[in-house]
Every structure is written in C-alpha cells, then in structure tokens.
C-alpha cells in the first residue's frame, strides 16, 4: 500500500436473516447499490468511484474514491426500510448514512468536495474543497426526510444549517442578482474566497425546493421569503430560459445556466441532465400548490416547454 491509500474491511453480524435475496426488488436494488466496486462504505460515509474523465489524478488503472455527501444511498436504503423493514440491513445502512451526514456539516452549514472537478478547475480553476449546491441540496432533502418520517430531531438540526449558509450568502450578495428582486445562487463556492461561478437552473430549482420544504419542516419564514426570491428571478427570467435559438432539435428546451458576462446575463449550455431539471421543475410546482394552494404559470409553461422537447427526443417521462 501507498502512504496515501488505506484498506478497510467492514461486516455485519445478527442472529437474524438481514437479506432477502429472494425478493426481485431486493436483488435489485442491491445490485444497483453496489457496495463492492462503483461505491464503497467508508466509517465517514459512502465513496463514489472516480474516473479521469471528470476528476484530475484519478486513474482507470487502479480504483480511486471520492466521498459523496449528497447520499443518494442513504435515501434508497431509507426508502427501502419503509416498504421492507423486515430486512434490517436496510434499516443498519440507512442510520449509517443518515449519521455519518449529520456528523458530515462543518460549523459553517455545508458540505465539501475534496476532489479536484476537470470541469471546474479548466473553467474557474477551483480547487479541491469547494462547496457543490447541488450536492448539499441533495443531502439536505436526506435529512429533511428523514426528520419527517422518523422525527430525528439530529437530521433537522444538521438541514436547517445549510439553509442558514445560503440566507448568508444572499445576504453578502453573493450570487446573480435579478433586475435587484430576485437572486440566484452560483452553483459553486469556496471557503473564504468569493468565487463567481454560474448558476444552472437544475440547482436553482433544487435550492428553490430544499427552502420551500425547510420551510415546511420548520415554519422558519426566513426560509420561505429567500425561496420566494429565487422564484422572482425565475419569473423574471422564464423567456430567457426556453431555446428558441435556430437549431430546431432543441427549440423549446430549457438552457442549462445563466452566466454573468461583461454584456449581462448569459443564458447558455445544452441541458445535459435528461429529465432531471423536469423532475425539479415538477417538484417546485408541487410544493407550490402545498404552500401556497395556487398554481404557477410560469412554472407550468417552463415544464409544458421542457416536456415537449423530452418527448421528442424520446424520453420516458417521471410521474407528476
């Protein structure tokens, strides 16, 4: 072994049966889990593998690892344990996850990547430790479920920390204001160096949510007047999101992001994500009509927008 590699062996022990392989849904998932080479459990949470394709060092030699705060596993095995807790390994991954993410928040309310992104070290040359909103976002809504499904009162201390760290961002400005109403957070920061990345609007609808669910997990209006401006600058901005550029493959599609440029405001970039910012765009309209028993134009006519651009390239559309 290397001075910075580390081995780790890992086992669980019950009198019970902790899997069901005969059921399909468990093959299934823990197959798509799969703990042995894409991920990996670690005592501080669960590693992705890293390929040279998106993250400088890593090789396609030997198997390299970052840690993956947004825990996407955790919420399958919590998921999992609802409808099958008869299998209590599920139960064991999902408080390991839950745990190790709530130990995971720094004092400041975030969560860090300590791997060097390609993308974002060619685009803004940030290095590793910066802090990915999407990533955040997604580990708050692990959290927030949690504390609504099993009132763990750790998960919503540990969520209402980065709701805090973005109202002090908008409050030092530190993103895309919008015609001085509404603001859009920049898709990536860095401790101690105001960093002026982009924001793309699969994570302004995700932080859009997380603080319109944080509101309703906590009723703190703080929450809910910062996820009403970020819904200003949607509206402000909803005719500049649809493509109506001259290559028709993609007219009625949403940019990918807005980019502050010396001429304004830039709305470029193929949405790579496939159904992704649909699913945020539905999401968002939801929680909309659960706050506010109204529905959003806008919104609506984004998503009838985003919908017939997905139909046409073939997708299989999520549920509404």
């Not at 670690?42 to 993956?68: E, P």
């Amino acid at each position: 072994m290397k001075a910075y590699q580390r081995a780790e062996s890992w086992f669980f022990y019950s009198t019970k049966q902790l899997l069901d392989y005969k059921n399909e849904n468990t093959k299934t998932n823990m197959l798509a889990a799969d703990l042995n080479i894409r991920k990996r459990l670690s005592f501080d949470g669960i590693y992705h593998i890293a390929t040279s394709q998106f993250y400088q060092g890593a090789t396609d030699i030997t198997y390299d690892y970052y840690y993956n705060y947004a825990m996407w596993e955790g919420r399958r095995f919590m998921e999992l344990y609802k409808s099958q807790p008869e299998e209590t390994f599920f139960y064991d991954m999902f408080m390991n996850a839950l745990f190790t993410t709530i130990k995971g928040v720094n004092r400041y309310g975030y969560w860090k990547s300590n791997v060097r992104s390609l993308y974002l070290w060619n685009q803004y040359r940030v290095k590793e430790g910066y802090i990915d909103t999407r990533y955040c976002t997604d580990a708050g809504f692990f959290l927030l479920n949690a504390y609504n499904e099993f009132h763990i009162q750790a998960a919503i201390k540990a969520g209402e920390e980065f709701g805090k760290f973005l109202i002090d961002k908008s409050k030092a400005i530190q993103g895309l204001s919008i015609q001085g109403k509404g603001f859009f957070f920049y898709d990536y920061y860095y401790p101690d160096q105001e960093l002026k990345t982009h924001a793309s609007l699969n994570h302004i609808l995700s932080e859009l949510n997380y603080l319109f669910e944080l509101y309703l997990s906590t009723q703190n209006d703080e929450f809910l007047h910062l996820a009403e401006q970020i819904l200003e600058g949607i509206h402000l901005t909803e005719k500049q999101w649809i493509r109506t550029d001259s290559n028709y493959r993609f007219r009625g599609d949403l940019w990918y992001a807005v980019f502050q440029e010396s001429n304004g405001l830039t709305f470029k970039d193929h949405d790579y994500t496939k159904t992704l910012t649909y699913s945020d765009l539905l999401k968002a309209k939801k929680n909309i009509k659960t706050i506010y028993n109204k529905e959003d134009e806008v919104l609506t006519r984004m998503i009838e927008s985003k919908k017939g651009f997905l139909l046409r390239e073939g997708h299989t559309l999520p549920e509404s």
